[in-house]
């Protein structure tokens, strides 16, 4: 008498239902292993490996093999491996985070920005640059500058490829203004300094630039009311036409 099959293991609960889905097929075509393995053209082990769920996915190729044994469809198989695969991935990358917080704030120099970019990774679960550079977009991040920040080689030379960066180490929205801070501050960035060449610049770029303005905005505010103090009305009058001359060279989304 056959051996009970064991139970599927739903370590990973969308490669569990991709087990569970090859499994009915075997049951709906009345086929043991071994006669399933004659038809697919691969090892018993094989068919039976990719019906045993857990963390990791068995090759397309098995799969396909597999459900076309049985008489299934590829077409509904392959939307249960993108599932499994997407999950799988998912998880294997949860169990690589770190669990150091990074902290742009306290950078003093490119060094401490490169180490504090270096943690947003490792706490984003290490993702493969490949990965990396196709969902950033097109000219976004290419894979070997994403690989030399990782690897403490190098640093974006361009905010838009730091923005880029740190979007794919799951840092969005306002939390990207204490990373916009360390920018500005160690790469000594000025209003007269041309940042973005893009007529269209993506809502993170957009945040940066609205974030800038409103910085230099802030700064040269504050120098105004010092200046006041100390030299009075004269003064005013001068600084407020330096001003006027600063603001309109803040070109920095052309």
């Not at 018993?44 to 459900?67: I, L, T």
């Not at 504090?116 to 097109?138: K, L, N, Q």
Request: with cysteine.
């Amino acid at each position: 008498m056959a051996r009970p099959e064991k139970p599927i293991d739903y370590t990973v609960p969308e490669v569990g239902d991709l087990a569970a889905h090859l499994r009915g097929l075997r049951d709906a075509a009345n086929l043991t292993y071994a006669e399933l393995a004659d038809r697919a053209w691969f090892s018993e082990s094989s068919v039976k490996r990719a019906a045993r769920g857990g963390a990791a996915v068995p090759r397309w190729e098995v799969v396909v093999a597999y459900v076309s044994a049985c008489g299934g469809s590829e077409n509904e198989a392959c939307g249960w491996y993108a599932r499994a695969t997407a999950a799988a991935a998912a998880a294997a990358r949860d169990a690589r985070r770190s669990t150091i917080m990074p902290k742009p704030q306290f950078a003093r120099d490119l060094a401490d920005l490169s180490g504090a970019m270096r943690d947003a990774y490792r706490r984003a679960g290490c993702p493969r640059v490949r990965d990396m550079e196709r969902e950033a977009g097109p000219g976004r991040l290419p894979r070997n500058t994403a690989h030399g920040i990782i690897t403490a080689r190098a640093l974006p030379k361009e905010v838009r490829t730091y923005i880029a960066f740190l979007e794919m180490c799951e840092i969005t929205g306002r939390d990207l203004i204490p990373w916009f801070a360390a920018w500005a501050r160690i790469r000594r960035v000025s209003p007269r300094q041309r940042v973005f060449h893009l007529s269209a610049p993506l809502p993170s770029e957009q945040l940066f630039i609205e974030w800038f303005n409103k910085t230099q905005e802030s700064a040269l505010a504050e120098e105004t009311v010092a200046l006041t103090i100390v030299d009075g009305q004269q003064r005013l009058s001068t600084l407020v036409e330096l001003r006027k001359g600063a603001e309109s060279e803040v070109d920095i989304a052309a």
